[in-house]
């Protein structure tokens, strides 16, 4: 009979274990900077390699696909200052990421060698449905 309440205890005692780590794993991901192009220049040194995530708009003529190597290089740029930053991600590319000038999030780590931000993970911002379309004049 102790041999069976040692094994239920040790069963305990590493789901309770766990779910610690799960927990402070989710922590994390969740407490990941969001900022700016312009803001992530200004922290940049305070950053070093932390992961982060950048919300711009993507340049237009910056946007380039390589099928072979699954290789999306492009600028993101505030909407509101010229501060631009080069962006690469190794993957297929988000379905929505269909034209230039769409605004995304790009969570990843900036490479100060290089000058580059390596995405992990890309996130399109879709325009409102309730958006006025332009007209022609």
Excluded: W
Aim: charged share 30%; proline share 3%.
């Amino acid at each position: 009979m102790k041999a069976r309440r040692k094994t239920v205890l040790f069963a305990v005692i590493l789901i309770a274990v766990s779910f610690v780590y799960l927990m402070f794993l989710g922590m994390e991901e969740g407490s990941m900077y969001y900022l700016e192009v312009s803001e992530f220049f200004s922290k940049l040194d305070e950053l070093g390699q932390t992961k982060v995530r950048i919300n711009g708009e993507i340049v237009p003529g910056t946007l380039n696909y390589d099928s072979n190597t699954m290789k999306l290089e492009f600028s993101l740029k505030d909407i509101k200052d010229s501060h631009e930053l080069k962006v690469i991600y190794r993957g297929n590319p988000p379905n929505l990421l269909e034209e230039e000038g769409v605004t995304l999030v790009a969570e990843g780590s900036y490479n100060k060698e290089t000058g580059i931000f390596e995405a992990k993970k890309l996130l399109v911002k879709c325009p409102s449905k309730y958006e006025k379309k332009e007209e022609d004049a």
